[in-house]
C-alpha cells in the first residue's frame, strides 16, 4: 500500500489561517493522507487487523468530513485529479495538477488552482510536505505545483524554486531522485546549479540535512523513512510561532 504523510494540510478548517479570536483555537495542522483511504477501506483495515469494526486510532476521533474527489470529466479519478479536489477544493481533469478543469493534458496549461499549502505560505506559516512515493508524484505534488501533466516531475519539483506565495514549500522529503534529475537534465537544466542559486540544496538523505535547519530539501532514491523523516519535519516546521501546515 502506498501511504503519503502530508506534513501540511487542515482540510476542517480554512478558517485556521485568519486571526485566531479563540485562543484555542489551533495553529498547527497535519493531515495524515492515505491513497484510496475511505471509509470502507478504513472498516475493512480495521476487521482486518482486530477482527472488529472501528478499532483503527483513526476511527476513535470525534469529528469526520467527507470530500468527493471525481474527476471534472470522467466517473473515476486519479491521484492528480483527486488530490486536487482535496487541496483546492475544485474538480479538475484526471492527470492534472491543481489547474483548472479546461486544462488537456500535456497539451494545454490550465489557470493555476491555489492550494491550502500556498494560503499558508500567503500568511507566513511553515509549510511541509513528507511522502514514503516519490515528492513530484502527483499526490504529494498538488500541494505545490501546477501542472498539466502528472508525469512531468522535472518541472514539477522545480516549481519549489519559484513559488507563486511566501518562499515556497518549507520542507520537502521523499523519493524520485534519480527520475526528477534525469527528467531535469532531459529539458537541458541543471537541477543543483537552480538549488545552489536559490541556496535551496537537494540532499540525497535525511542525515545530510543539517541539524536545527527549518527548510530543507531531501529526495532520495528509493523510499524515504517517513516516520524518521516526519519527526524531522515537525521538529523543523515547529519553530515558527505562526504555526505551521
Known amino acids: 500500500m502506498r501511504i503519503s504523510l502530508l506534513v501540511a494540510l487542515g482540510l476542517s478548517a480554512l478558517p485556521i489561517f485568519s486571526k485566531p479570536k479563540d485562543p484555542k483555537h489551533a495553529k498547527n495542522v497535519i493531515v495524515l493522507l492515505q ?10 483495515a480495521s476487521i482486518y487487523g482486530y477482527n472488529a ?4 486510532f483513526v476511527q476513535s476521533w470525534p469529528q469526520i468530513g467527507l470530500s468527493n474527489t471525481s474527476p471534472a470529466s470522467a466517473w ?5 485529479a ?3 479536489a482535496i487541496v483546492t477544493g475544485q474538480k479538475t481533469r484526471n492527470g492534472v495538477i491543481s489547474e483548472t478543469s479546461d486544462a488537456v493534458p500535456g ?3 490550465g489557470r493555476p488552482l491555489k492550494t491550502i499549502l500556498e494560503y499558508a505560505e500567503e500568511r507566513g506559516l511553515s509549510t511541509g510536505v513528507v511522502t514514503n512515493v516519490e515528492v513530484a508524484d502527483a499526490t504529494p505534488a498538488a ?5 498539466n501533466d502528472r508525469k512531468r516531475w522535472g518541472d514539477i519539483f522545480l516549481q519549489i524554486f519559484t513559488p507563486r506565495f511566501g518562499d515556497g514549500v518549507d520542507i520537502a522529503f521523499g ?10 537534465r532531459k529539458a537541458g537544466k541543471d537541477l543543483d546549479a537552480i538549488a545552489r ?5 537537494v540532499y540525497a538523505s535525511l542525515s545530510d540535512l543539517p541539524a536545527g535547519a527549518t527548510r530543507g530539501l531531501v529526495v532520495v532514491d528509493g523510499e524515504m523513512d517517513v516516520p524518521s523523516a516526519a519527526r524531522r519535519a515537525i521538529q523543523a516546521l515547529s519553530k515558527n510561532g505562526k504555526g505551521t501546515f
Not at 469494526?53 to 483503527?56: D, R
Not at 500541494?143 to 501542472?147: G, P, T
Open 35 to 44: 491513497d484510496a483511504g475511505g471509509i470502507a477501506t478504513l472498516n475493512g
Open 53 to 56: 469494526p472501528l478499532k483503527l
Open 76 to 80: 473515476v479519478t486519479d491521484s492528480a
Open 82 to 84: 483527486g488530490m486536487t
Open 107 to 109: 497539451q494545454k496549461e
Open 143 to 147: 500541494c505545490y505545483s501546477h501542472v
Open 175 to 184: 523519493g524520485g531522485r534519480s527520475q526528477i534529475y534525469e527528467q531535469t
Open 197 to 201: 542559486q536559490h541556496n535551496r540544496p
